[in-house]
T-cell receptor, first 115, second 109 residues
Framework: DAGVTQSPTHLIKTRGQQVTLRCSPISGHKSVSWYQQVLGQGPQFIFQ???????GRGNFPDRFSARQFPNYSSELNVNALLLGDSALYLC??????????????FGQGTRLTVV | AQRVTQPEKLLSVFKGAPVELKCNYS??????LFWYVQYSRQRLQLLLRHISRESIKGFTADLNKGETSFHLKKPFAQEEDSAMYYC???????????FGTGTRLKVLA
């Protein structure tokens, strides 16, 4: 098992553009969460999806959106990019609600740079 | 407010010395608490969680509800313990983590 995979690994975008980040969870995991990690800070929760439904949302503007597909993979979209959106975006997968195992497994992240 | 505080950005100790990484949290209910570790060039991974009450790689952490703390301890540091350590809280009934800002542990030879 390759673990949680994210693509692309690095991305450079211009202010005002839109970006889509992708995440494939570990096989058997039905929940995907997204986090933003700005340099020098801990990861900050953006979204959680379980069984294709949004189960939690952090304090991020509506420019951020996400979805989960029937195969449990997920996409994070950010519109109208700002310089402050430059960060490492982490995806984490887990079994999800109802499981005694709450451990989240993280991907390597996508490094987004907005210029 | 739900918050995790790790007061030390950097902690340097000599090999064989005891280590304590501090973590305090702010949460009114019964949280689930975790320590995650990130070794150089590797992804974030779970080190231990308070409900397991286990020792991983010699590390232990005890939840102190009175002091709202979950400090990570190891009696004898090893060079391979050098890494970034994050304390995280998961509020009951949610499936999100609230992370602290992290502490970089450097174990010197």
């Amino acid at each position: 098992d390759a673990g949680v995979t994210q693509s692309p690994t690095h991305l450079i975008k211009t202010r005002g553009q839109q970006v889509t980040l992708r995440c494939s969870p570990i096989s058997g995991h039905k929940s995907v969460s997204w986090y933003q990690q700005v340099l020098g800070q801990g990861p900050q929760f953006i979204f959680q999806y379980y069984e294709k439904e949004e189960r939690g949302r952090g304090n991020f503007p509506d420019r951020f959106s996400a979805r989960q597909f029937p195969n449990y993979s997920s996409e994070l979209n950010v519109n109208a990019l700002l310089l402050g959106d430059s960060a490492l975006y982490l995806c984490a997968s887990s079994y999800g609600p109802g499981s005694m195992n709450t451990e989240a497994f993280f991907g390597q992240g996508t490094r987004l740079t907005v210029v | 407010a739900q918050r995790v505080t790790q007061p030390e950005k950097l902690l340097s100790v000599f090999k064989g010395a005891p280590v304590e990484l501090k973590c305090n949290y702010s949460y009114s209910g019964s949280p689930e608490l975790f320590w995650y570790v990130q070794y150089s060039r590797q992804r974030l991974q779970l080190l231990l969680r308070h409900i397991s009450r286990e020792s991983i790689k010699g590390f232990t952490a005890d939840l102190n509800k009175g002091e709202t703390s979950f400090h990570l301890k190891k009696p004898f540091a090893q060079e391979e313990d050098s890494a970034m350590y994050y304390c995280a809280l998961s509020p009951a009934g949610t499936y999100k983590y609230i992370f602290g800002t992290g502490t970089r542990l450097k174990v010197l030879a």
